[in-house]
């Protein structure tokens, strides 16, 4: 099986720009999950789609949203882009039937914010 | 309010020798405990879960951790380290849908 992909791996974008951030799930999975990483916060949970649906949501400002479609992958938007944005954005898809399955993450998309 | 902490930012060990990273979790409710490696430019890899029984939980490359409730403690270990183990570990506690993740914890293992 293929692992959860993540596109681009890397951006650098400027202030007040946008960006979008895309993740494919492993074949069969239908929970997806975003992290934010940094140094100083660590991994951070910003949001996870079932089916197409917001099930949870992080302590993010709205600037960040997501979505997901219907064959499972995941988009993630960040709009007004702002210097601490800069960080590295993980994807993680699971089977999820229950929420006790492990979470397989992608190789993440470092985000440049200059 | 739930959380999870690694005390240590980094930790050093000799190949060969046995080694322990720290956590300890804040969380209510049965835990759900797991432990997660991160090598450079790569995602986190799965090590190993708790949810019930035996507290001693066996998981990949050698690596194991010992649930103790009392303590609130979910200390990952390996009985003989190798290089090739030197990573950011991260432990994690599921709740309510979501994982809270620690600090990490940088393992570096000398030859």
């Known amino acids: 099986k293929a692992g959860v992909t993540q596109t681009p791996r890397y951006l650098i974008k400027t202030r007040g720009q946008q960006v979008t951030l895309s993740c494919s799930p492993i074949s069969g999975h239908r929970s997806v999950s975003w992290y934010q990483q940094t140094p100083g916060q660590g991994l951070q949970f910003l949001f996870e789609?079932?089916?197409?649906?917001?099930?949870n949501k992080g302590n993010f400002p709205g600037r960040f949203s997501g979505r997901q479609f219907s064959n499972s992958r995941s988009e993630m938007n960040v709009s007004t882009l702002e210097l601490g944005d800069s960080a590295l954005y993980l994807c993680a898809s699971s089977s999820a039937t229950t929420d006790l399955n492990e979470q397989f993450f992608g190789p993440g998309t470092r985000l440049t914010v200059l | 309010a739930q959380s999870v902490a690694q005390p240590e930012d980094q930790v050093n060990v000799a190949e060969g020798n046995p080694l322990t990273v720290k956590c300890t979790y804040s969380v209510s409710g049965n835990p759900y405990l797991f432990w997660y490696v991160q090598y450079p430019n790569r995602g986190l890899q799965f090590l190993l879960k708790y949810i019930t029984g035996d507290n001693l939980v066996k998981g990949s490359y050698g690596f194991e951790a010992e649930f103790n409730k009392s303590q609130t403690s979910f200390h990952l270990k390996k009985p003989s380290a190798l290089v090739s183990d030197s990573a950011l570990y991260f432990c994690?506690?599921?709740?309510?849908?979501?994982?809270?993740f620690g600090t990490g914890t940088r393992l570096q293992v000398f030859p």
């Open positions: 994690a506690a599921y709740n309510t849908d979501k994982l809270i």
């Open positions: 789609y079932f089916s197409e649906t917001q099930r």
